[in-house]
């Protein structure tokens, strides 16, 4: 069944000719990536990356590896979703801002260079999400061949795997800014303590780690098994949240959760 939605995949991005994809270094991009060269050829593919506030470092340094490793033009551009009207007051809508503004951004690039579509990495998973981004995709012309393909997260992984793609185990990453609560400004600062807090839990070998924001609350998610890291070092972790600007630290023993932050849209 998987071999037979790769095969779709391929079809659907053999039809698209030359293509600009939204590639951020995660999962999905990264195969969307890889199979777009596979099949169109490197002289057809660009991946086009945008640096950002809501962006770590860490990741743009990855994206920059990852395209090397699969052997294909890259771009970075640098935007800003601080300055998007709308974005920084975090209503239920954020992401369409986001998505909207990185397509404009991407589709002059298309046009310029000679491209013919402009991709990103939706998966047939999202379709059961809050993903207000999709519409900013549906209203500019974007396509998502993943989701096209109905591939879910777990078979993205698997052909992740056989292609020998190093992101096949990866964590799966969002934005900063889906760390701080519905209704609470986006500001630098409180994009720079999450980054810094979630830094910091990850070099205690933690994997998949979230620091969510309630003002002044940070309200740390890890999988069951890494809790107790958590615990084991809570005196050092709370003094070094507190440093980088939270009050409060929690963790919420419900465990990592994907768009936890959504259940107050329901």
């Known amino acids: 069944m998987v071999h037979e939605k790769y095969e779709k995949l391929s079809s659907i991005l053999h039809d698209m000719k030359k293509v600009v994809v939204a590639f951020s270094g995660g999962v999905d991009s990264t195969f969307l990536l890889k199979a777009a060269v596979d099949t169109l050829g490197k002289e057809n593919v660009l991946a086009v990356t945008a640096d950002s506030e809501t962006y770590p470092s860490s990741e743009l340094q990855e ?107 990866k964590p799966s990453f969002a934005c900063l800014s889906s760390r701080i609560a519905y209704g609470e400004t986006i500001t630098q600062a409180k994009l720079t303590k999450v980054d810094q807090s979630e830094a910091y839990l990850k070099s205690l070998g933690i994997r998949q780690v979230r620091v969510r924001t309630h003002e002044e609350i940070a309200r740390i998610e890890v999988e069951p098994q890494d809790m107790s890291v958590i615990l084991e070092n809570h005196d050092t972790i709370t003094k070094k949240l507190q440093d980088f600007g939270y009050k409060y630290i929690t963790l919420d023993l419900s465990g990592y959760k994907s768009g936890s932050m959504n259940k107050v849209l329901s």
């Open 63 to 169: 994206a920059k590896r990852l395209a090397k490793l699969i052997d294909v033009n890259h771009q970075v551009i640098e935007t800003s979703e601080l300055a998007i009207p709308g974005y920084t007051e975090n209503d239920k809508n954020r992401c369409y801002f986001c998505k909207n503004s990185l397509f404009e951004h991407l589709i002059p690039i298309m046009e310029e260079k000679g491209y013919e579509n402009v991709i990103y990495g939706v998966i047939a998973d999202d379709l059961s999400e809050h993903r207000p981004g999709m519409q900013a995709a549906k209203e500019k012309g974007v396509r998502g061949p993943l989701q096209e393909a109905n591939l879910f997260k777990e078979e993205i992984r698997a052909l992740s795997r056989q292609s020998e793609l190093p992101t096949w185990d």
